[in-house]
């Protein structure tokens, strides 16, 4: 089954799917590994692999232990067109939206594209809105743009009917990894009212609770990193706080 099938799937069967990042940049090949196996057992959805930066591992070595450790289905969570391996099943074809840079709307894709098409990696279109939280954050330095404002409901809506129109598969509200505020649940209320696609949240999402009243407002998948890289035991709460359904 493709890798967005698969996750349309989980979505179906417990009313919102969990990805978890992992970040290679974060973590050395005996803690990733660790990650993978125990993301594989406690019933994760997928795994995403990215970093802003990517200064400590080939990705195609990571991808590989990581597959090598679980079953789940690897997407590439790529901050430029070098963060491609031929090993992952699929890519988040990120274009930054909510940001002004013809590099991350469209540059960076013509680069990776050939690539992409060559390794058969399955492409996910979706369309990446950074949204303000509370500090500077590594994709805005790294994009030089900036994000959208975290009040802003209209314009937030405006931009994912633009993705949606634009025949993308989903957007990812991102508050960026580490951020101090997470993405507000009203600003995801607004955008499930607008648009059909699902929604991926991702970005300082600290607690099963946090995550639980991001799915209630109207996020299909929601993403975590840091906090495990932090506290591996909440591993099993997240599951069960985003899979709303237990068949
Ligand atoms: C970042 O949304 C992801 O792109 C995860 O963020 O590391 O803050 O959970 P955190």
Not at 149 to 155: F, H, L, Q, S, T
């Amino acid at each position: 089954m493709a890798v967005w099938e698969r996750l349309i799937s989980a979505k179906e069967r417990f009313g919102a799917g969990y990805l978890v990042l992992i970040d290679p940049d974060k973590l050395d090949r005996s803690q990733l590994i660790r990650l993978a196996e125990r993301c594989g057992e406690e019933g994760v959805d997928a795994l995403l692999v990215g970093t802003s930066f990517l200064m400590n591992e080939l990705l195609d070595e990571v991808v590989r232990a990581i597959k090598s450790a679980c079953d789940l289905p690897v997407i590439l969570f790529p901050g430029s067109s070098h963060h491609l391996s031929r090993y992952a099943d699929a890519i988040l074809f990120l274009s930054l939206i909510s940001g002004r840079n013809p590099e991350f709307l469209i540059g960076e894709h013509v680069k990776a594209a050939p690539f992409i098409k060559r390794f058969g990696i399955e492409a996910i279109p979706t369309g990446y809105m950074l949204i303000e939280s509370g500090s500077y954050t590594s994709v805005e330095f790294m994009s030089g743009t900036r994000p959208l404002p975290r009040d802003k409901y209209d314009i937030a809506c405006a931009h994912a009917i633009a993705a949606e129109l634009l025949g993308m598969k989903c957007v990812y509200l991102e508050a960026g990894s580490g951020a101090k505020l997470p993405v507000p649940n009203e600003m995801i209320s607004a955008v499930r009212s607008q648009v059909g696609i699902p929604i991926i949240v991702g970005g300082g999402i600290r607690s099963p609770d946090v995550a639980r009243e991001k799915v209630e407002a109207g996020a299909d998948f929601i993403v975590t990193g840091n906090v495990l890289e932090e506290d591996p035991k909440l591993l099993s709460e997240f599951v069960s706080a985003v899979h709303l359904r237990r068949p």
